[in-house]
C-alpha cells in the first residue's frame, strides 16, 4: 500500500462544473496536508494546505480533510480549462518520525469546453 | 520576491559521466529539499537540508549521490557515474518551517536524460 494514494485518472470535467479530487493517506498521525497543481513539464506549485478537520476555502478552491477516515479532497469549482492539470497530494507524516513529506503521484484533470 | 532558482534546466548526458545540478532557495527558507520525479508520478524525495545539516538522505543512492550545502544557503547534487535510470527530472523546493508548517516551494526542475 502506497503512503498516498490518489486515482491517475485522467479526471474529465465539462467547463464549469465542480472538480473533485481525493487523496487517502496510510499514517494515522500525519498532520498537514498539501495540495500542489503541476502543468505538464513544469514544477508543482502550491494551492492549499490544511491541518484540521473539516473545509478550508480559498477562492475556487476548497480542501477537505477528514482524519478519521484518512482522506484528503480538494473540490475546484467553476472549472476553467485553465485548471487542467495534474494535481498532487503531499502529507507531512509528523515530526516524532523524521518528518517527511510524501506526494501521491497525481491525478490528471481535464477540463471540456 | 525570487523564486528557488535551479541550474541547468537541462543536461544531457552519457551514462558513467559525472553531472551536477545547482540550487538556490528563497532567502531566507532555511530548508531545502532535493527531490526526483520521473514521468506520471510524484516527487520522490532524496536528501532534505536544514541548514548545512542533512536531517533526511534515506532516500538518496550513496553509491552515486552526494549533495552538499555549505553555508545553509546553496546546494549542488551530484551523480557519479549516472545510469541510464537516472534520467529524471531533479526538483530543488525550499520552505521557512514556521508553526509547524513545511510548505514547500519549488524551483522549475533540471530534466537530466542519459544516453
Known amino acids: 500500500q502506497k503512503e498516498v494514494e490518489q486515482n491517475s485518472g485522467p479526471l474529465s470535467v465539462p467547463e464549469g462544473a465542480i472538480a473533485s479530487l481525493n487523496c487517502t493517506y496510510s499514517?494515522?498521525?500525519?498532520?498537514?496536508f498539501f495540495w500542489y497543481r503541476q502543468y505538464s513539464g513544469k514544477s508543482p506549485e502550491l494551492i492549499m494546505f490544511?491541518?484540521?478537520?473539516g473545509d478550508k476555502e480559498d477562492g475556487r478552491f476548497t480542501a477537505q480533510l477528514n482524519k478519521a477516515s484518512q482522506y484528503v479532497s480538494l473540490l475546484i469549482r467553476d472549472s476553467q480549462p485553465s485548471d487542467s492539470a495534474t494535481y498532487l497530494c503531499?502529507?507531512?507524516?509528523?515530526?516524532?518520525?523524521?518528518?517527511?513529506?510524501?506526494f501521491g503521484s497525481g491525478t490528471r484533470l481535464s477540463i471540456r469546453p | 520576491e525570487a523564486g528557488v532558482v535551479q541550474s541547468p534546466r537541462y543536461k544531457i548526458i552519457e551514462k558513467k559521466q559525472p553531472v551536477a545540478f545547482w540550487c538556490n532557495p528563497i532567502?531566507?527558507?532555511?530548508?531545502l529539499y532535493w527531490y526526483l520525479q520521473n514521468l506520471g508520478q510524484g516527487p520522490e524525495l532524496l536528501i532534505r537540508?536544514?541548514?548545512?545539516?542533512?536531517?533526511?538522505d534515506s532516500q538518496l543512492p550513496k553509491d552515486r549521490f552526494s549533495a552538499e550545502r555549505l553555508k545553509g544557503v546553496d546546494s549542488t547534487l551530484k551523480i557519479q557515474p549516472a545510469e541510464l535510470g537516472d534520467s529524471a527530472v531533479y526538483l530543488c523546493?525550499?520552505?521557512?518551517?514556521?508553526?509547524?508548517?513545511?510548505?514547500?516551494?519549488f524551483g522549475p526542475g533540471t530534466r537530466l536524460t542519459v544516453l
Open positions: 523546493a525550499s520552505s521557512l518551517i514556521a508553526g509547524g508548517s513545511d510548505t514547500q516551494y
Open positions: 499514517d494515522r498521525g500525519s498532520q498537514s
Open positions: 490544511i491541518y484540521s478537520n
Open positions: 503531499a502529507v507531512n507524516r509528523p515530526r516524532s518520525s523524521a518528518s517527511k513529506i510524501i
Open positions: 532567502s531566507g527558507h532555511n530548508t
Open positions: 537540508y536544514e541548514n548545512e545539516e542533512a536531517v533526511d
